[in-house]
């Protein structure tokens, strides 16, 4: 306003003073400036405020998505890393059950292989006794051919022919009885 009685002021007494006229700071210039700058804050006051407010708006909204993800994702890091502690104890808990069923493993591999003995051992004692059994029964037989041959061999060297001739009559006899 004091600008404006000035410019008024030296209209009225018919010049414009020095300082309003200096060259590079002409008054006009900056009055000028000011009246654009007020029409145009008039102008763009509204639109301007519905942006800053619309802008303001979407911020928030974008913090508070960024907040609504961060707390996602320390929760997902929370799960994460329950999930590795339980990974160590699973991992535990694994290598214990297989501990436990090698051991298991070992143990029936152990009982099949002293059953698989067992069974070995009754199958060799039978083929023995069998192998036994066909030893005697062979030897049995050899002897009996042995006594065989060695009683004809005596038979031969001890029975002469009137004992032969004896031992014949004596046959027919005994068999003549038997036929009556």
């Known amino acids: 306003m004091f600008v404006t009685l000035l410019v008024f002021e030296a209209l009225e007494e018919g010049g414009i003073p020095w300082w309003m006229n200096y060259p590079g700071l002409e008054l006009w210039k900056f009055v000028n400036l000011f009246v654009f700058l007020g029409f145009g804050i008039y102008l763009l006051r509204r639109p301007l405020s519905d942006a800053l407010h619309n802008r303001r708006e979407q911020i928030k909204r974008e913090l508070i998505k960024a907040r609504e993800e961060r707390d996602a994702a320390l929760a997902k890091l929370a799960e994460v890393e329950g999930r590795l502690v339980n990974l160590a104890a699973a991992v535990d ?26 069974k070995l051992r009754e199958d060799a004692r039978r083929e023995i006794e069998i192998a036994g059994k066909a030893a005697r029964q062979e030897l049995r037989a050899f002897a009996a051919a042995e006594s065989v041959r060695m009683a004809e061999e005596l038979i031969r060297r001890e029975i002469r022919p009137e004992d032969d001739t004896r031992m014949i009559s004596e046959s027919v006899e005994e068999l003549g009885r038997v036929a009556s």
């Open 93 to 118: 808990a694994i290598r214990e059950k297989a501990k436990a069923e090698a051991a298991a493993e070992r143990l029936r591999i152990l009982r099949a292989t002293e059953m698989e003995m067992s």
